[in-house]
């Protein structure tokens, strides 16, 4: 079976860094993804993990570590434009994406 | 590119009525997804092809729904009779598949109202 757990709500500060948890079980891994979904809009690609270890990119970054099923996603220097859902997705056998619930951020003035 | 296009962005419809979604992938892209997104049951994968073939269609809620891709550039998502708990936003979704970091990149999606 397959099943990805994420928190529901986060609510942080402008400025501040936010982490993004995200824990999975399933049967077949070939990749974690982070996407962004801005109210009535597309998800939009954020961030990739295959390998354990930290991603860069920006302001955004992104850990996996595949023995503990587990990833985050941490944004910094935190902007109200960052208010939005956060979905991990896990790459499943390279053929289709199982998403999680996603995690609905709000960045607070 | 013009990346994934959807059409309609909205429809409304009453109950019972057939509707029919479309769908442009990326070109270049093989691999094609339907998903539906409700705020209770979040984002869920309905059906995907890949090399315009059906591969796995176990997310397709019944049998009043049924999905086509005649062909690389082009898929639909048919309900048919539609009933009010199918009101959601149905997004299509392609990559290049076979390849390391393969993306999905979706489209603007359509806002189903069915009354």
């Known amino acids: 079976g397959q099943n990805i757990d994420q928190p529901t709500e986060m609510t942080a500060t402008e400025g501040a860094i936010v982490q993004i948890n995200c824990t999975y079980q399933?049967?077949?891994?070939?990749?974690l993804f982070w996407y962004q979904q801005h109210a009535g809009e597309a998800p939009t690609f954020l961030s990739y993990n295959v390998l354990d270890g930290l991603e860069e990119k920006g302001r955004f970054s992104s850990f996996l570590s595949r023995s503990k099923g587990y990833s985050y996603l941490l944004l910094k220097e935190l902007q109200m434009k960052d208010s939005a859902s956060y979905l991990c997705?896990?790459?499943?056998?390279?053929?289709?994406?199982?998403f999680g619930p996603g995690t609905r951020l709000s960045v607070l003035p | 590119d013009a990346g994934v296009i959807q059409s309609p962005r909205h429809e409304v419809t009453e109950m019972g009525q057939e509707v029919t979604l479309r769908c442009k992938p990326i070109?270049?892209?093989?691999?094609l997804f339907w998903y539906r997104q409700t705020m209770m049951r979040g984002l869920e994968l309905l059906i995907y092809f890949n090399n315009n073939v059906p591969i796995d269609d176990s997310g397709m809620p019944e049998d009043r729904f049924s999905a086509k891709m005649p062909n690389a550039s082009f898929s639909t998502l048919k309900i048919q009779p539609s009933e009010p708990r199918d009101s959601a936003v149905y997004f299509c979704?392609?990559?290049?598949?076979?390849?390391?970091?393969?993306?999905?990149?979706f489209g603007a999606g359509t806002r189903l109202s069915v009354l």
């Open positions: 997705a896990v790459d499943n056998y390279g053929q289709n994406f199982v």
């Open positions: 070109s270049g892209h093989n691999s």
């Open positions: 979704a392609s990559r290049v598949g076979g390849i390391p970091k393969n993306i999905q990149y």
């Open positions: 399933t049967s077949g891994f070939n990749g």
